[in-house]
């Protein structure tokens, strides 16, 4: 296989972690029931929402963001692994008749 291949393979790898990670660490977010702290008495609940909230988006926002690489990834090594296919069988192709014109001259020179 090809280096960019290999590459695209572990970009790709590494967002699926990536989006894994994220999509736990998301759903953990969103399905913890936060009781507010007592022992904090200068917290308030409104800022434990606050911080909840916005590790609540920050987690979504880098689950999708993860998700587009690793879609993006797929596709791109898909194409290219299909213009290295599509190269590989022309070549092939070329082969081929190089050989019958090759096998086509040394009947026409056995015949002289």
Excluded at 82 to 105: M, P, Q, T, V
Aim: glycine residues 2%; contains cysteine.
């Amino acid at each position: 296989m090809s280096k960019p291949i290999d590459m695209l393979k572990i970009w790709k790898m590494g967002l699926w972690c990536v989006f894994l990670i994220s999509l736990i660490w998301f759903l953990y977010q969103a399905l913890s029931v936060s009781e507010p702290e007592t022992s904090c008495p200068t917290c308030t609940s409104t800022s434990q929402t606050d911080h909840s909230d916005i590790m609540l988006v920050a987690s979504l926002t880098s689950t999708f963001i993860s998700l587009a690489g690793v879609i993006v990834t797929t596709t791109l090594s898909w194409r290219k692994e299909k213009r290295e296919k599509k190269s590989f069988e022309l070549d092939n192709a070329k082969k081929e008749l190089e050989i019958e014109k090759l096998r086509a001259e040394l009947e026409r020179v056995k015949e002289s």
